[in-house]
């Protein structure tokens, strides 16, 4: 038997005058100084004075280059095998349990459920820049940081008494709570959660707090919000310091701003109206302009129609120069020219829309519906404008949420208690994931978008 050392090509056998080619000169590593051989064998000759084994050759101790080595080795497969990206991980709501499970999109299962998030009847997620972390905003002002590869809750704070929702800032260093509850915005440092600032928001012109509702990020770690009672938008901006927010005040936008969102390019921010009819519009590229009302006949109108629940404006689906967003107590989804911000038709649907979400390709807008259509769900084709397929996937489907290139639509319902899966392409169902009355489903790609 013919003894081999421990590092680089197969060594010839000792006294042969050859040796291992060395590590490239530069290299550094546990194995040793730059250019330094790893000579040292387990096994050496036998010589008069070492105890023999029956193979002719003397147990030599281990040197610590080598215990390293084989550490190593040992160590390397398991290492190997735990590495994950988090590109394709998500999260839905369980709402009645205050919990949320975590989502493999790539092999469609549930990994995990992580449970201890207070209430969550009104929960969204927004998700840091390496879309490792999950920030979980909780109706009852709580804001948890979970750990998507480990599956652990990192930081949980309670932040206010009644909270609405938050946003992460373009370079994802800070983290925005919108709260009912007393009224204004605080800014949380995106590692530690600690307290970086808070925005009162008392109204100049009447002097009391109002409720928080459409808080959005947008470029330059700036965040614009609404103030229900006031009639106000406030556009925060944190750019230069985010201990000290400079505050830039829109009031007398239109009664009760009830949500908001923010075009995906981060310029359009527009306001939903419930006490009157239309939209207000605030163009960040240019904040000098002021806020514009727009869609004067947009709302329930005259007849005050019974609204079974107010439409989401985030989920906007935008083609080219149309904006198509739910109707306000009407069964139809409503057209808008971007560039004028004026109606340019309508497209009946089976109820009153909740979500209007366009597939990330743009091309098919996916619909749901309020009490009692809400266990349909409509698909329009925007070429055409018609609706192309109807399918019933059970009562109470809450929340769509496209995988990143949208080739599956996963879909949150509740009553039947599960998620799910459909192929955009076909709207055939591909899987089903058992879930405790789901409401939202957020995938880590949100990371990469404006107001989401």
Do not use: C
Request: hydrophobic fraction near 40%; charged fraction near 20%.
């Amino acid at each position: 038997m013919k003894p081999e050392r421990i590092v680089g090509r197969v060594s010839s056998a000792p006294g042969s005058g050859k040796t291992s080619e060395p590590p490239p000169v530069g290299a550094k590593s546990f194995l040793g100084r730059p250019g330094e051989r790893l000579e040292r064998r387990i096994f050496s000759r036998r010589n008069p004075t070492s105890s023999a084994t029956p193979s002719g050759y003397a147990i030599k101790p281990l040197t610590r280059p080598t215990v390293l080595l084989a550490l190593a080795a040992l160590a390397l497969p398991s290492f190997a095998q735990d590495l994950r990206g988090t590109g394709d991980l998500g999260l839905v709501i369980e709402r009645a349990s205050g919990s949320v499970q975590l989502l493999d999109t790539t092999q469609k299962t549930a990994l995990q459920r992580v449970e201890g998030l207070g209430d969550l009847s009104h929960a969204s997620t927004v998700f840091s820049r390496d879309a490792r972390y999950a920030y979980v905003f909780g109706r009852d002002g709580g804001l948890t940081k979970i750990d998507l590869l480990t599956g652990k809750i990192v930081k949980r704070v309670i932040q206010s008494g009644n909270s609405i929702g938050g946003a992460i800032s373009q370079d994802g260093r800070i983290i925005a709570a919108a709260n009912y509850t007393p009224g204004g915005v605080k800014f949380f440092d995106s590692e530690t959660l600690a307290l970086l600032s808070e925005i009162p928001a008392r109204s100049e012109v009447t002097g009391a707090l109002s409720k928080v509702v459409g808080l959005e990020d947008s470029t330059g770690n700036r965040f614009a919000f609404s103030l229900f009672e006031a009639g106000e938008i406030w556009l925060a901006d944190l750019s230069a310091d985010p201990k000290t927010p400079k505050v830039t005040r829109y009031p007398g936008i239109g009664k009760e701003p009830y949500d908001a969102l923010v075009t995906g390019e981060g310029r359009w921010y527009v306001a939903g109206l419930f006490g009157e009819d239309g939209i207000a519009v605030l163009d960040l590229w240019h904040p000098e302009r002021g806020v514009k009302r727009a869609l004067p006949d947009y709302g329930r109108g005259d007849q005050k129609l019974p609204v079974y629940k107010m439409p989401h404006l985030e989920t906007w689906a935008v083609a080219g120069n149309l904006a198509f967003i739910p109707g306000v107590g009407r069964h139809e989804v409503v057209l808008v020219d971007i560039a004028t911000w004026q109606k340019v038709g309508t497209i009946p649907v089976a109820g009153q829309p909740v979500f209007v979400m366009a597939d990330p390709t743009g091309r098919r807008l996916w619909v749901n519906f309020a009490f009692p259509h809400y266990d349909t769900v409509q698909v329009i084709d925007v070429e055409s404008r018609q609706i192309v397929h109807t399918m019933k996937p059970g009562k109470a489907v809450l929340h769509m949420e496209f995988t990143p290139r949208g080739e599956h639509v996963w879909l949150s319902v509740r009553d039947e208690n599960r998620i799910q899966i459909h192929d955009a392409a076909s709207f055939a169902k591909i899987g089903e994931i058992p879930a405790q009355a789901p409401s939202g489903i957020f995938f880590s790609a949100r990371a990469h978008r404006f107001g989401l």
